[in-house]
T-cell receptor, first 111, second 114 residues
Framework: QKEVEQNSGPLSVPEGAIASLNCTYS??????FFWYRQYSGKSPELIMS????GDKEDGRFTAQLNKASQYVSLLIRDSQPSDSATYLC???????????FGSGTKLNVKP | NAGVTQTPKFQVLKTGQSMTLQCAQD?????MYWYRQDPGMGLRLIYY???????DKGEVPNGYNVSRLNKREFSLRLESAAPSQTSVYFC?????????????FGDGTRLSIL
């Protein structure tokens, strides 16, 4: 079982719609959760971090965490073609200095 | 403000050759990491250095060695390259060891081994 699981997609949404990206993790002691965006051929860039159960909003992005269900999600409101990228979920491991990354979900936003 | 700088950006090697990937950060971060990224596999941690003078193995350390030369620099060495090591290599850094610290990535090194 992988430490972090993501649906590889592609997830296709029309411009202006809400994109919902999901991630599950296996280690119950995980404390920190991150979403990275990676454009094709580029390096990952941090979008959001979340540490407590509930929602955290930053502009058009909302991260949601449910530790009981071991589930973290990213909502992108008013999706734009420029949001088309692969989104990586990252979770800290039992050793807090090790992060485990999911394989990423490819998002396509169609004009 | 350069952030995390990796050299080279591209490299082609023959099986059995050796090479060192260089990484330097100018953010005064304590922790540094090396990842590889393969299609469908996500990012996998090769080695990390929690602080200057320390290094530890990650998920996939076999075939690699690292050196934390000083606080700024963390190099990755392939002693005898194998085709299975064809990948994109990313270096990352974070402020300090700790679960709430995000990692900042370099632009990557695209390595092909024939």
């Amino acid at each position: 079982q992988k430490e972090v699981e993501q649906n590889s997609g592609p997830l296709s949404v029309p411009e202006g719609a809400i994109a919902s990206l999901n991630c599950t993790y296996s280690d119950r002691v995980s404390q920190s959760f991150f979403w990275y965006r990676q454009y094709s051929g580029k390096s990952p860039e941090l979008i959001m971090s979340i540490y407590s159960n509930g929602d955290k909003e930053d502009g058009r992005f909302t991260a949601q965490l449910n530790k009981a269900s071991q589930y973290v999600s990213l909502l992108i409101r008013d999706s734009q073609p420029s949001d088309s990228a692969t989104y990586l979920c990252a979770v800290n491991g039992y050793n807090f200095n090790k992060f485990y990354f999911g394989s990423g979900t490819k998002l396509n936003v169609k004009p | 403000n350069a952030g995390v700088t990796q050299t080279p950006k591209f490299q082609v090697l023959k099986t059995g050759q050796s090479m060192t990937l260089q990484c330097a950060q100018d953010m005064n971060h304590n922790s540094m990491y090396w990842y590889r990224q393969d299609p469908g596999m996500g990012l996998r941690l090769i080695y990390y250095s929690a602080s200057e003078g320390t290094t530890d193995k990650g998920e996939v350390p076999n075939g690699y060695n690292v050196s934390r030369l000083n606080k700024r620099e963390f190099s990755l060495r392939l002693e005898s390259a194998a085709p299975s090591q064809t990948s994109v290599y990313f270096c990352a850094s974070s402020e300090r060891q700790g679960s709430n610290q995000p990692q900042h990535f370099g632009d990557g090194t695209r390595l092909s081994i024939l």
